[in-house]
């Protein structure tokens, strides 16, 4: 087994996000479910797009791209794989990434569809609400994936979101087999529980065969094992997975390992946007798991690395998180 060049690698749904600070009327009025994520059309994508305005934040984003950002942004080495297609978006998103620091090489595909976008409306309590056209990222395919560079990684980090499709669903699982047959540990995060609620008995298995990191919130864990409290399904959780961080917004996370059992305190900050919030906890966590860190270690600086995003508008790190670490004491 060859010695990882890269921290972390991640497979997900290259995506831009574009977030709009709105009130609870706009939802209303725009049919949108609050607090979760919505799976729309083309169609559907562009009337949003007119209705946020000139005026919305835009950003390459996606979940594990989020967490990529955070990463190269500890100081760490960051690679990624996700499908972009030959149009602006996608032009904006490969040029964004890898200003951030991320590698990333993947070809883009000719249209349509085009670059997958995430419409994210921001209420005034932080909350998002996510309107989400797949595009071409889910145009990812197992003969897309890079092996070299998931070899490369130390761990092999999926997003859930990926399941949406069969053709994505398939690459997904082929990276994981890649990445443990090179010796490396697979981490997943659940995404959603409207995703999580697509595809639980899939998840379970996945999460048990092929999974050695599984990050999730509080909602996630409990739709996919059908617990009625958070204790019985983080042992549930626990069983199928060695490591398992459950995150619980303003009470902070938990981390089980072996007998070990953390309780992590969230940092306070005052709360503008809660996009990315999920992502950025695995991007400390993750980056400080590669770096030998203990479990506590890990989990706080997951929780400064989300406490950054959420204090602005917009999924990535707006602060160095390498600097911001060291201004605090902590080791990275």
Same mark, same amino acid.
């Given at each position: !087994? ?34 979760? !994520? ?91 609400? !996510? ?41 997904? @699982? ?11 540990? @697979? ?74 059992? @953390? ?45 950054? @995003? ?23």
């Amino acid at each position: !087994m060859t010695t990882p060049t890269y921290d972390v690698v991640a497979v997900g749904n290259a995506i831009i996000d574009i977030l709009k600070a709105v009130p609870d009327s706009f939802l209303a009025s725009e049919g949108i479910a609050k607090a979760g !994520m919505t799976l729309i059309d083309e169609p559907r994508a562009d009337h949003l797009t007119a209705a946020f305005g000139e005026d919305a934040v835009t950003a390459a984003g996606g979940s594990a791209a989020n967490t990529m950002t955070g990463v190269a942004s500890f100081g760490g080495k960051a690679g990624y794989i996700g499908k972009v297609a030959q149009d602006a978006l996608g032009a904006r998103f490969t040029q964004e990434f890898r200003a951030a620091g991320v590698t990333f090489d993947s070809a883009p595909r000719a249209l349509p569809p085009g670059t997958a976008r995430c419409l994210i409306a921001v209420t005034p309590d932080g909350q998002r609400s !996510m309107s989400t056209y797949l595009g071409a990222s889910t145009m990812l395919a197992p003969e897309d994936l890079d092996a070299d560079l998931i070899r490369a990684g130390q761990t092999l980090f999926l997003e859930g979101y990926l399941f949406d499709r069969d053709e994505a669903k398939a690459a997904f @699982v082929r990276a994981a087999e890649i990445a443990r047959s090179a010796g490396r540990k @697979v981490a997943l995060t659940l995404s959603d529980t409207f995703c999580v609620e697509r595809h639980r008995d899939s998840f379970r298995h996945l999460v048990a065969g092929h999974v050695d990191i599984l990050f999730a919130n509080e909602a996630e864990i409990l739709s996919l094992y059908e617990a009625k409290d958070l204790h019985a399904a983080l042992e549930a959780a626990h069983k199928a997975c060695p490591l398992v961080a459950v995150t619980r917004s303003e009470k902070g996370s938990l981390i089980a390992e072996g007998e070990q059992r @953390v309780e992590v305190a969230p940092i306070s900050t005052t709360v503008v946007d809660t996009t990315g919030a999920g992502d950025l906890y695995a991007a400390g966590f993750l980056f400080a798991h590669a770096r030998g860190r203990t479990l506590p270690e890990c989990g706080a600086l997951a929780s400064l690395a989300a406490a950054e @995003v959420i204090s602005h508008m917009g999924p990535r790190p707006e602060t160095n998180l390498r600097a911001l670490a060291l201004s605090r004491g902590f080791r990275v």
